[in-house]
């Protein structure tokens, strides 16, 4: 019987952490083990977690006595993961339904998957965005992985998001540990590092939420665009020049991947324009010329006309910038 290991970091996430927990214990799987890893949190994490493992002999706990850092935990709960299959869920993030029997189901179905990801859905101040699942009979796509790579480079937006990324552990410590130089896209090298090993599963149904508050490490990044796109490029950068350093189109790739990132901050800069965020916008105009002989460029319409989404992928570029600063979405979002 397949089993999986699910590691929950938590931060002062006490009070999401029951919430977080009883969502995996609710997938009906048998062979599941979870592992909360708390890093020295101030609040009530720890006594929330020990609270958890009392009641649920498969539930671990390992608290920090200082802060280590999220590197520390992450990669502590790679070490620790010895199941067929390995998840690690931020404390605030939630599991749908069903989407550990999914994921394990495509994984047992083609034996060369490496990695599997899913659609994934916001849970606002204001509530629950809207969910696509498909419990029954989930639609599959599998990617092979140099596609998967090439198709990060082009669209590096659409990266497979943190909290629906169920793996193979075997070839979750074959690529190694997330990499502490990058303190935001750590995951988004992670999947190019795993994707080398074998092919990607990508499913339309919803397979997790995504809490956005204000607390969450990452808002710092999500109010500034700039920092965004340029944690994206950190991490693809970080790939070709370690394992990715051995594919032959290594330099055609690194080079595309810049170009999209310049091409979404173009459109982006333009829709902050639009919407009164001219200074963020001029920022990143500026941003997306600055490789244009003469500080001008063309705009890219190939971004819009290429995408796998180009209309909805239009219509959201255009609208994404009219949250409030508290909610606005960047490239990549972690808990």
């Known amino acids: 019987m397949s089993s999986i290991d699910v590691a929950i970091p938590c931060y002062q996430y006490g009070r999401f952490l029951r919430e977080c927990v009883s969502s995996v214990q609710s997938q009906g799987i048998d062979n599941l083990r979870i592992l909360i890893i708390d890093n020295a949190s101030t609040d009530d994490s720890a006594d929330i977690a020990q609270a958890l493992a009392d009641e ?10 200082r802060n ?14 010895n199941a067929d299959y390995f998840l690690l869920l931020d404390a605030d993030d939630l599991l749908m339904p069903g989407c550990l029997s999914r994921a394990i189901g495509i994984m047992e179905r083609q034996p060369n998957v490496t990695i ?6 916001n849970l606002t101040p204001t509530g629950l965005e809207a969910i696509i699942a498909e419990p029954e009979a989930p639609s599959w796509e599998i990617i092979p992985g140099a596609t998967f790579i090439r198709q990060a480079c082009e669209f590096p937006a659409d990266m497979a998001c943190a909290p629906t990324v169920v793996r193979r552990t075997a070839a979750q410590k074959r690529a190694g540990y997330y990499r502490k130089e990058l303190p935001y896209t750590d995951d988004v090298e992670l999947w190019l ?10 499913t339309d149904a919803t397979q997790a939420v995504r ?12 109010d500034n665009p700039i920092n965004d796109l340029t944690e ?9 020049s370690h394992e990715g350093r051995q594919l032959k189109d290594r330099d055609e790739l690194l080079k595309l991947v810049r ?10 800069g333009l ?40 209309g909805s992928r239009a219509r959201e570029i255009l609208s994404q910038f009219s949250f409030t600063r508290q909610e606005r979405p960047g490239l990549h979002e972690r808990s």
């Open 271 to 310: 829709s902050h324009v639009v919407r009164g965020y001219r200074r963020e916008g001029l920022d990143l105009l500026r941003f997306a010329n600055r490789n244009a002989p003469f500080g001008l460029r063309h705009p890219p319409l190939r971004f819009l006309r290429t995408h796998r989404r180009a």
């Open 116 to 121: 599997t990801h899913g659609r994934i859905t």
């Open 259 to 268: 170009r999209s990132i310049e091409d979404h901050a173009y459109w982006s």
């Open 232 to 240: 994206h490029e950190a991490a693809f950068v970080s790939f070709f």
């Open 211 to 222: 809490r956005i508050h204000a607390q969450q490490a990452t808002t710092s990044f999500r």
């Open 68 to 81: 280590l850092g999220q590197h520390a935990s992450y990669n502590e709960a790679i070490d620790w993961a």
């Open 193 to 202: 590092r795993i994707a080398l090993q074998g092919d990607v599963a990508r």
């Open 56 to 65: 649920d002999s498969r539930i671990e706990v390992i608290v920090h006595p």
